[in-house]
Nanobody, 128 residues
Framework: QLQLVESGGGLVQPGGSLRLSCAAS????????VAWFRQAPGKEREGVSC????????NYEDSVKGRFTISIEHTKNTVYLQMNSLKPEDTARYYC?????????????????????WGQGTPVTVSS
């Protein structure tokens, strides 16, 4: 059974950076597509970015393009989300999710219903 644990969240000033980690155990991420989602208070969960098991294919939600970078480090069985130029509207709880049946990495890879395995999330607050 795949288990996911997020870390790296915290409080950061606008314009700052954070790197989130999603560490997997119980199975290898070599066989899973992975995505990052976020959920702000009172809002629905939204997809932020996704990455194929090879790391070759990625996709981003429009508001984070050019600011966020998703990557995978197979030796550590971990997916990262580097977040730069953070804005107050990026404030949310960030979750990683994985599924072995993600076939394409267009916008559909950021739909939460596509994913079976979820972490507990890590909070990100962007505020001065």
């Amino acid at each position: 059974q795949l288990q996911l644990v997020e870390s790296g969240g915290g409080l950061v000033q606008p314009g700052g950076s954070l790197r989130l980690s999603c560490a997997a155990s119980g199975d290898s991420l070599d066989y899973y597509g992975v995505a990052w989602f976020r959920q702000a208070p009172g809002k629905e969960r939204e997809g932020v970015s996704c990455i194929s098991s090879s790391g070759i294919s990625t996709n981003y939600e429009d508001s984070v393009k050019g600011r966020f970078t998703i990557s995978i480090e197979h030796t550590k069985n971990t997916v990262y989300l580097q977040m730069n130029s953070l804005k107050p509207e990026d404030t949310a709880r960030y979750y990683c999710a994985a599924d072995p049946h993600i076939l394409g990495f267009g916008s559909s890879c950021m739909l939460p219903e596509k994913y079976e395995y979820w972490g507990q999330g890590t909070p990100v607050t962007v505020s001065s």
